[in-house]
Structure formats: C-alpha cells, structure tokens
C-alpha cells in the first residue's frame, strides 16, 4: 500500500520554528512532484508549497512566502518544510501530497499523506 507519512509537527510559541518532513513507505516518489498543504479547523484545505520533481523548482501560498522554505532530501524522496516566524494562524494539520509529474503541482494530487498537527499558541 502507497503512503505518504508526515512528521514534526507539535506545539510552538508564535515566533518559532518546526520542520516537518514526509517520507514514503511503500513506493518511491524521487520521480514525483511534492507539495504541503494545511487544514484548519473549520477550514477547507488549502495549498501551502509545492516543489518539482528536480527539485530546482518551488511556488508557496502567499501567506507563507518568506516565512516556510519547501525542499527536497539528498535522495530526492523525501520532502521537508521549515516553517520560521510562526504565527497562530498557521495552526493547521499539515499534509504533504505526490503527483507523478515533473512541474510545480499545486492543485489535483494523487496521493495523500494522513497529516500531522502543528499548533501554534500566542
């Protein structure tokens, strides 16, 4: 079975940091696009990052620029996001996302991750 599976998330002060990674279990996705994505609660889901297959390649939410860095590991396999300068209302779970294409992705992925909790208190 195909997973994604996500880690690092957890409680931080506004004004820290975390890095989440995701890592698959089950099939490569070096040849994949890869991006994050968050829900709030009460919120829809809504696109946070995206990098492409190469990894040469990155496109962030507006809210986020500046601030969230999206990148790929050594292997190519695995994705991290550093998130600096936290602010509450980047609380969310945070799910990370593959599609086989070589491009930015932000929309219509095909594989999901189960998510992982960060919350951010003022």
């Known amino acids: 079975q195909v997973q994604l599976v996500e880690s690092g998330g957890g409680l931080v002060q506004a004004g820290g940091s975390l890095r989440l990674s995701c890592a698959p279990s089950g099939r490569t996705f070096s040849n994949y696009a890869m991006g994050w994505f968050r829900q709030a609660p009460g919120k829809e889901r809504e696109f946070v990052a995206a990098?492409?297959?190469?990894?040469?390649?990155?496109t962030y939410a507006a809210s986020v620029k500046g601030r969230f860095t999206i990148s790929r590991g050594n292997a190519k396999n695995t994705i991290y996001l550093q998130m600096n300068s936290l602010k509450p209302e980047d609380t969310a779970v945070y799910y990370c996302a593959a599609k086989p294409r070589s491009v930015v992705v932000t929309d219509n992925y095909d594989y999901w991750g189960q998510g992982t909790r960060v919350s951010v208190s003022s």
């Open positions: 990098i492409s297959k190469s990894g040469d390649d990155t």
